[in-house]
């Protein structure tokens, strides 16, 4: 089943589904949140999120005055078109002028963004590079959009990925682009029993060889 899919469950939380599977719902959404705060405590003003998925990310970002841009890249529409229509909640966001949201492919949008106007990347497009929710989103972990996600960001600027699993490869990836990395351990509460999701960050954008 491709597409995206909402479901209002019994005790009033929002669950969403992309391409069939499981990708997150609205009770615990710190890891989302924190996906944000992160780049907003190194500073940054202009940010990419890849994935507008419940909004949270976004929103965090927005909740913070000194952010001047907070450009969305969203593959599935009808998430947009839920918020506005009052579906499920995020219409605030699109009331925002610094909400800036993108239908399409986050490996299609990047290319679309000057060289070096970034602050932050910030991609939460799956359930992590081992858990993809489309095939042809292996190639966002891939050296090649790595370093295209690089090249947008100024100097200091970091790019950070959300997964529920730590991956040496990935790391090994950012290392490649990215002066300092770090695997960043997010303890969380589902339903009662503690698991970690992990952000994946690379910082200051080595120059192409
Ligand atoms: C886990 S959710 C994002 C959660 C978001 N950080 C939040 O705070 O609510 C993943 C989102 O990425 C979107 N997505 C998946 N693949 C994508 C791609 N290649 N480009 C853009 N969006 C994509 C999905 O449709 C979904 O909305």
């Not at 944000?36 to 190194?42: G, I, P, Q, T």
């Not at 078109?81 to 909400?99: E, K, T, V």
């Not at 590079?129 to 947008?152: G, K, M, T, W």
């Amino acid at each position: 089943m491709t597409g995206a899919s909402i479901r209002h469950r019994d005790d009033g939380s929002v669950e969403l589904r992309v391409n069939g599977l499981f990708v997150m719902d609205d009770v615990e959404t710190s890891s989302e949140r924190v996906l944000a705060r992160s780049v907003l405590d190194a500073g940054a003003y202009d940010v990419l999120v890849g994935g507008l998925g419940l909004g949270f990310t976004a929103r965090e970002l927005l909740a913070d005055p000194s952010v001047e841009q907070v450009i969305v890249a969203e593959i599935h529409p009808e998430i947009a078109d839920w918020m506005r229509d009052g579906i499920i909640a995020g219409a605030d966001l699109f009331i925002d002028p610094r909400f800036d949201l993108r239908i399409g492919d986050v490996q299609e949008i990047v290319p679309t963004i000057p060289a070096a106007c970034l602050d932050a990347i910030l991609l939460d497009v799956d359930n992590g590079p081992d858990s993809l929710v489309y095939a042809d989103n292996a190639r966002v972990y891939h050296s090649e959009f790595i370093q295209l996600c690089a090249s947008r960001l100024r100097a200091a600027g970091h790019l950070s990925l959300w997964s529920q699993a730590d991956s040496a490869p990935v790391r090994a990836v950012l290392a490649e682009h990215f002066a300092v990395v770090t695997a960043e351990s997010l303890p969380v509460n589902l339903q009662g029993r503690t698991e970690n999701y992990w952000i994946l960050r690379g910082q200051g954008p080595k120059a192409p060889r």
